[in-house]
């Protein structure tokens, strides 16, 4: 707690969430309290299958997030080793959940938690949620947005992992970190240095996170600390008239083994003759009239349009950056399909 005080003391932070903080209830208000802040706790109340005391719940696990005091909290949901904070910002009510998932939970108790992350991100009274955690989401390529080569597992434990990556793909959630390392542990047998992408943040706007930092782990923790900065201040205030909501594509529900399945589906064949004999506005015509057969199997999405037109990111945003190695990851998945998918072409 020293530690984290005085991180806190240095940093000037609003909201500090933290996992893993192994309360209970015999747990005195002095032993975590932080001056200056209100804490709202969510202890674990469960039971792991691997206790060793089937009446006794499990050690370890449970989450809090402090609050500074200068800020009004509307309303406190807690889930399973998690807990969520309605707040109301210069933009509009913002939702803030802290999450840990353990990776010893058995189906149920991970089906509830993956429950209690939806209804964070689906409801529809916050005009911004933001998830930090530990999700344990080893099978998860951030990079790709993509299980780790495993789509067709039958391993309970890919399986359920992606069950959350669908539920982000298909509510269209944003994700912070994509080849960060956030654990890092050494293997006392190798002396081998494993290190690992398991806490993330997730978020509805991506315009509303400027920066992010990585910091160095607290007390016996093998994580570190993540560091971010929400522009929810009076620069980024909302204008109601300037609201939209629209339908878009949203590519990410589909996958490159999907896309080329659809390709391998569609005449790419052309009469050599007709093709000498067409400019190249009726070629292309063609070729986008193909495409969008291919575009029109995509899900569509309704997506809101519910920041001030006006309003424009810092210089240090860290989005756009993200975006781009993420976009290119997928692409270079996409392209090492190429081969295969350009000697359909005109063939």
């Known amino acids: 707690m020293t530690e984290l005080k005085h991180l806190i003391s240095v940093n000037q932070y609003d909201i500090v969430c933290v996992t893993e ?10 032993e975590y309290e932080i001056p200056g802040f209100n804490p709202y706790r969510a202890d674990r109340n469960f039971k ?18 402090y609050v500074n005091q200068s800020i009004e909290i509307l309303d406190c949901k807690t889930g399973p080793d998690s807990i969520a904070v309605s707040l109301e910002c210069d933009i509009g009510k913002v939702l803030i959940g802290c999450v840990y998932r353990s990776p010893s939970l058995n189906k149920r108790q991970d089906l509830k938690l993956l429950e209690f992350v939806k209804e964070i991100f689906t409801d529809e009274n916050h005009i911004a949620k933001f998830c930090y955690g530990d999700f344990n989401l080893s099978h998860v390529s951030w990079q790709s947005g993509t299980m780790t080569g495993m789509n067709d597992s039958v391993n309970s434990t890919v399986c359920m992992q992606k069950l959350y990556l669908d539920f982000i793909h298909e509510l269209g959630v944003s994700w912070l970190l994509t080849s960060e390392s956030t654990r890092r542990r050494l293997n006392k047998v190798t002396g081998v240095l494993n290190e690992s992408l398991l806490d993330q943040l997730l978020f509805t706007e991506e315009n509303l996170v400027n920066e992010y930092k990585l910091g160095p782990h607290l007390g016996k923790s093998d994580h570190v600390t993540l560091t971010t900065e929400l522009n929810v201040s009076q620069s980024s205030k909302l204008e109601e008239n300037k609201v939209t909501t629209e339908e878009r594509r949203c590519w990410s529900k589909v996958t490159s083994e999907e896309i080329l399945q ?11 003759d007709e093709v000498d004999d067409m400019s190249v506005n009726e070629l292309w015509s063609i070729i986008f009239e193909k495409l969008n057969v291919m575009s029109d199997r995509v899900p569509l999405q309704n997506v809101t349009n519910n920041i001030d037109i006006n309003y424009s990111a810092p210089s240090n945003n860290c989005m756009p950056e ?10 270079n998945e996409l392209l090492n399909q190429k081969k295969d998918l350009s000697h359909q072409w005109f063939s």
Do not use: V
């Open 21 to 30: 903080t192994h309360f209970y209830d015999g747990l005195t208000r002095a």
């Open 48 to 65: 792991l299958d691997r206790s060793t005391n089937y009446n006794q719940i499990s050690e370890c696990g449970g989450s809090i997030i």
């Open 262 to 272: 659809w390709s391998h589906e569609i005449s790419w064949n052309l009469d050599p």
């Open 322 to 331: 993200m975006r781009r190695k993420r976009e290119t990851s997928m692409k």
